[in-house]
Each structure stands twice: as C-alpha cells, then as structure tokens.
C-alpha cells in the first residue's frame, strides 16, 4: 500500500465515521460531496471523487489540513434523481454539518440543489454539471462552478466547425444538458448554418429514427455536412455511423469525452472538436502531478471527469488557504469572486458576475495511435478564456 493509498484509506474511513464523532466543527472543515454515485452518470461521478480526493491531498501537501484544520470529506449519494439530491444537499448542510459542497454530475439534479444552498446560506461548488442555466437563470449567490458551462462547450466547438458553406444538424439528449448545450451552440455559430435539431431520451440505445431524420435533412445540402453530437452517459450515438454517413458525405462532430466512450472516436481519423480536458494535452507541474498520482495508483492515464474534481480541490483549498481556515460563506464568497487559482488545465479564475470558471478549451483532431484504445485528441489550438465571449446569463 503506497503512502498515498494509506491515507486515502485512512480518510475514507474517517468519511464513513458516525456523526457522534463529530460534536462541533472546531478544528475540522467538512466537505460534503453530493454526486451521482449510482445512475447513468456513475462513471463520470466516480472520477470526480477520485480527483477531487486526489486534488485536496496535493493542495494540501499531502497534510489533509488547512491552517491546522482537518479536511473531512463526506460523501453523499444523489442517485442521478433530482428530489434525492435535494434531500441529500439539506442533509449535509444540517446534519452533517458541511461547511461548504461540491456536486453533482448531472444537471438535472444541480438545478435541484441550487435552491437549497440558498436556504442554508452555505457555498454549492458545481462540478461538473454542466447546463447554462445553473450559472444562468437558476444561480444565487453561493453558486460557483469549476466545471465547464454549455457556453464554453458550444464556444470552443463553434471554433472547431464555424465555416463558411458548412450545414450542421445537431444530435443531443432531451434535458438540460442536451438543450443547453445545443441552444448555446446555436448561438456560437455566427457563418455555419444550422438545418436540423434532434433530441432523444437519455435512454435511447437505438439510434436508428434519429439518424434518418437527421440524414434526410442533411443529405441533399450543397457544402461540408456535420452532425454535431452531445451526449452524457448510456448509449452511443457514434452508432449512426453504421447507417453509411459516408455515402451521403456526411461527417460526424462532437466535443471530448471520458476514455472509454472516445473507443468510438478510433472510427473517425481527423474527426475534429474541442475538449475540456485530455491528459496529454496541458502542460503545468498540476497536470504532472495528477497524471503522475494517477498512474501511480492506477496505472492508468487520469480521465476528464478526474481533471474536474482535482480543479474543485483546488479552488476549496486555495480559498480556505486565502481566509486562514475560516468558513464563514460570506468571507468564502468575497474571496472566491475574481479568485485565480491553478489546476491540471492551468489557472482558472471565477467570474464575479456569475462565478463561473473562466478556463481554457482545447480544439483537437483525432489520431489513430495503436498504442491507446481510444482515438487520440492531437491538440491543433488552445483556446484560451479571454478569446471566448461566454455569455453571462444570470441578469444579476
């Protein structure tokens, strides 16, 4: 058992010790992490715990302590359904006694808990849910997000695809994600044409129906002709490929996504998109450090929803570095508006408008390399925050 592993074990432990244990917070700062454990979403959830168990331990100096304060870390389990999460965010705040969140995977279950960070006055960090609307309509005050919003997917992949004579029909899931995403995308793309969108359940597994409809508006255009995809979690849209895009022209597109899921990618060489985040593609000592850790632990290369849980680290460690331990909400939220801090993708700061994480996007092409099961995303630009004009939504 490696050191890290150790005390991995040792703080998981503590995190699953009955609350007796814990009469008063004095001498300890509790993190509750509600997310996605179980549901559709579960793999992305998993990696955000890893990263962030892993990010607090780095921020930390391998200590777990912040100004001679224990970090303890809770862990709640919002089943990918909105009224659990709810319920579980109340139950950290009030009877856990978490003095800030980090949560959930799915945006669906984020809007739900928006409003009860409202309610206890306590910071909910988003991560790594995804909908405009959290930053947007939905937001108060004690939201901030590390996570990538809809706008700065939807902007970087219009930098990918935003051509002149390019026809683009979108592919995406029916919720907050998938509308988001595709209404954010629709407003990025200032010289494309968009001529089709398609939404279908979260649990389509046969893409057949869909893909027709979307070649049928597709395959007579003039000009390159894209189906622009975003999807989370079960399925695999990629399958529309089976129905010989190729005989009409037609290409497929779509931003990055966890290892497993870019297999499919290996089809398209030269595939082109932006990402969040690809373990290969930033370098900085905090990118070496997580994929060195991870390796080590591992031995595999760290995922995108790892990178985003050791960012949330990084922000809840560098804001509590700033007020010497104290967790008073309203010193945490004067710190952290326009706060800069370092992650694996490099430094991100939070907008004070909507305390959204201002960060970079990377615009890749996909390589075919034997060596890796997934298609390779090469790196053709970063697109660095000052040249993305992401919208604030929330009329603060």
Known sequence: MTHFTRRFAVLALACAAPLA????NKGEIRIAHVYDKTGPLEAYAKQTHTGLMMGLDYATGGTMMVNGKKLVVIEKDSQFKPDVGRAQLAAAYADDKADIAIGPTGSGVALAMLPVAAEYK??????????????GDKWNRYIFRTGRNSSQDAISNAVALDKAGVNIATLAQDYAFGRDGVKAFKESIKTAKIVHEEYLPTSTTDFTAGAQRLIDKLKDLPGRKVIWIIWAGAGNPFKIADLDLKRYGIEIATGGNILPAMAAYKNFPGMEGATYYYFGIPKNKVNDALVAQHYSQFKTPPDFFTAGGFSAAMAVVTALKK??????????????????????KGTMTFRKEDHQAMQSMYHFKIKVDPAFAWGVPELVREIKPEEMDVPVRNKR
């Open 21 to 24: 244990m814990a009469q008063s």
């Open 122 to 135: 306590k910071i909910l960090l988003v991560e790594p849910a995804v909908a405009d609307s959290i930053t």
């Open 323 to 344: 007020t010497g331990g104290d967790t008073n909400t309203n010193k945490l939220i004067q710190t952290m508006e326009g706060m800069s801090f370092e992650t694996p």
